[in-house]
């Protein structure tokens, strides 16, 4: 049965890559920035929106993330980051989303002199507003730039509010020529202190950054990871034969946190439907769908999945199979997620199976 735009919005979602400062509403960047005397292109929120997604849509990762000079450029106070984060989790509640992992770089938003420790509360103090009394569970990872020398103490940061809703640690920013193992002390002391790690890997550099997030740094899961592909090879007669990475990583069960949409504007491919997404759902990986940045890429959980429906044809069955995918692979304690896997996602797609929308 082909599944409609109706029940993509109603179907429960998951999402585990979703940046904090690429999903700001239009009109909090103009209000923030006014405060600010932060100057932008446009204080007009149509006009920014599209700006926004004009910038990033330009084929190279390097070129995307120069964006992001104005979304975090406003996150510079309490007050803000709170309004941030609550108008994020309302966003992704609002969209279906019953688990999400929210990313950001607290080293970003210090400006003006707040701690570290001030950034990661006001943003967990925004999560808890919004969600307070819904089905939206948010988890929160913390994000080092490997373009700079402070992951350690990120890392150390994460840890002093995991009993406060941080799960995990990242690092992001440009991968050609910044490796993952330059943060080895950090991946090291998360390791010891038993705390998740995610590491954006495989989304603009090959084989040797995703090896070296899995061998190296003891990464659970890879950000984006889709140059995986590079060492699968298709045969004439369409089987195909996965290199020795490859094999680990789908033996492992290693999540993808795949971002269709972002990919297509960083130049990873020209259209979803060139996306290697297909294959490796066809191949058994452990893919999951995600955002990545929902005001750069003008996008979103509903659309990320009417993408991949309109490209490969998917049914209720496969986004299920992907929300439970995403589901497992949360950094989330495993008693928990079994609940919402049993309590709200297979519930709410067996109602969508049945023709009636799942409960609110």
């Known amino acids: 049965m082909n599944v409609t ?28 920035a006014n405060d600010l005397g932060h100057a932008l292109p446009t204080t007009d929120p149509d006009e920014l929106a599209a700006w926004f997604h004009r910038g990033a849509n330009r084929r190279d990762l390097a070129l995307y993330l120069e964006c992001f000079a104005h979304t975090a450029g406003v996150m510079q106070t309490v007050d803000g ?40 509360e006001a943003v ?33 940061l994460g840890v002093r509010h995991r ?11 440009r991968e050609k020529g910044f490796p993952p ?16 790690i995610t590491i954006h890997a495989g989304e603009a ?35 195909a034969e996965l290199g020795r990475l490859a094999q680990f990583i789908r033996d492992r069960r290693v999540p993808l946190e795949v971002c269709p949409t972002s990919n297509v504007h960083t130049g990873v491919c020209d259209t979803v439907a060139e996306h290697p997404f297909d294959l490796l759902k066809r191949l058994r990986f452990r893919v999951t769908v995600n955002t990545d940045n929902r005001l750069m890429s003008n996008t979103s959980m509903t659309g990320e999945m009417r993408a991949l429906v309109a490209a490969f044809g998917y049914g209720l069955r496969d986004l299920e199979w992907l929300t439970i995918n995403g589901m497992k692979s949360a950094f989330w304690p495993f008693e928990d997620r079994l609940r919402i896997i049993d309590e709200i996602i297979k519930p709410g797609y067996a109602a969508l199976a049945r023709g009636s929308a799942p409960e609110a």
């Open 81 to 120: 980051l709170t309004r941030v984060a609550r108008e994020c989790a309302e966003d992704l509640a609002a969209d279906g989303v019953v688990y999400a992992e929210v990313r950001f770089a607290p080293e970003l938003h210090t400006e003006l002199g707040l701690s570290l420790d001030a950034v990661v």
């Open 163 to 173: 009993d406060a809703g941080v799960v995990g640690f990242d690092i992001a920013g």
């Open 205 to 239: 550099f090959g084989l040797p950054s995703i090896w070296e997030a899995i061998q190296y740094c003891g990464a659970e899961r890879l950000g984006h990871g889709i140059r995986i592909v590079d060492d699968i090879t298709i045969g004439a007669d369409g089987a």
């Open 181 to 196: 193992t330059l943060h080895l002390d950090a991946f090291h002391y998360c390791q010891r202190e038993n705390f998740h």
């Open 5 to 32: 735009s109706a029940q993509i919005a109603a179907a429960p979602k998951v999402v585990l890559h979703d940046h904090l400062d690429g999903g700001l509403r239009p009109n909090t960047v103009v209000d923030l």
């Open 124 to 156: 967990l103090d925004g999560f808890r507003q919004a969600t307070a009394g819904t089905d939206l569970t948010i988890g929160t990872l913390v994000t080092a730039l490997r373009t700079a020398a402070v992951s350690r103490q990120i890392a150390e």
